[in-house]
Antibody, heavy 121, light 108 residues
Framework: QGHLVQSGAEVKKPGASVRVSCKASGYTFSSYGISWVRQAPGQGLEYMGWISALNGNTNYAQKLQGRVTMTTDTSTSTAYMDLRSLRSDDTAVYYC??????????????WGQGTLVTVSS | EIVLTQSPGTLSLSPGERATLSCRASQSVSKNYLAWYQQKPGQAPRLLIYGASNRATGIPDRFSGSGSGTEFSLTISRLEPEDFVVYYCQQYGHSPHTFGQGTKVESK
């Protein structure tokens, strides 16, 4: 049974950067992918990107290209999402989710608890 | 990118009734890689259905999915009190993965 635990809430100023971590347990981390999804207050789910813990391949949403970087540390079974040049509309709950194939085309079967990132001056 | 349109936006029903939620894709979803997620307030989404019609582990059999190509649906055969929340469809057959805007099932 997979389990993902994310880092705690963050408050950042516009222009700053944030790193959210996602520690996996209960499965072989390097055999799957990790996707990142965010949800602005009262809004729907937005795909941010994906990284394969199998081979390091990434896929980023076009609107975030150049501002987002996703990495993994297989030694600690942890995924990271870095977002730079934060704006107020980046305020959201950020989720990591296990992508079930490791090759991008898999369902999101386990989710982290979410990390609230607030961007405010 | 594939746009998913969910309807209705809000569904008002009573406990015990049948709910049918729709998800229409702007182009055919490869291999019917279409999933449904349930999201309760303050919680992360939970996978209900994958591959258009396969129930995820531990999901009650009152939840079922159907459809192919561009038209998909989620049916809840008899609504329980805990089912009155928000549901999202998602396609994971094309890059980028995309979500529908959600359907809220509310108690009449």
């Amino acid at each position: 049974q997979g389990h993902l635990v994310q880092s705690g809430a963050e408050v950042k100023k516009p222009g700053a950067s944030v790193r959210v971590s996602c520690k996996a347990s209960g499965y072989t981390f390097s055999s799957y992918g990790i996707s990142w999804v965010r949800q602005a207050p009262g809004q729907g789910l937005e795909y941010m990107g994906w990284i394969s813990a199998l081979n390091g391949n990434t896929n980023y949403a076009q609107k975030l290209q150049g501002r987002v970087t996703m990495t993994t540390d297989t030694s600690t079974s942890t995924a990271y999402m870095d977002l730079r040049s934060l704006r107020s509309d980046d305020t959201a709950v950020y989720y990591c989710a296990r992508e079930s194939s490791g090759y991008y085309y898999g369902r999101y079967d386990y989710w982290g608890q979410g990390t609230l990132v607030t961007v405010s001056s | 990118e594939i746009v998913l349109t969910q309807s209705p936006g809000t569904l008002s029903l009573s406990p015990g009734e049948r709910a049918t939620l729709s998800c229409r894709a702007s182009q055919s979803v490869s291999k019917n890689y279409l999933a449904w997620y349930q999201q309760k307030p303050g919680q992360a989404p939970r996978l209900l259905i994958y591959g258009a019609s396969n129930r995820a582990t531990g999901i009650p059999d009152r939840f079922s999915g159907s459809g192919s190509g561009t038209e998909f649906s989620l049916t809840i055969s008899r609504l329980e009190p805990e089912d009155f929340v928000v549901y999202y469809c998602q396609q994971y057959g094309h890059s980028p993965h995309t979500f529908g805007q959600g359907t809220k099932v509310e108690s009449k």
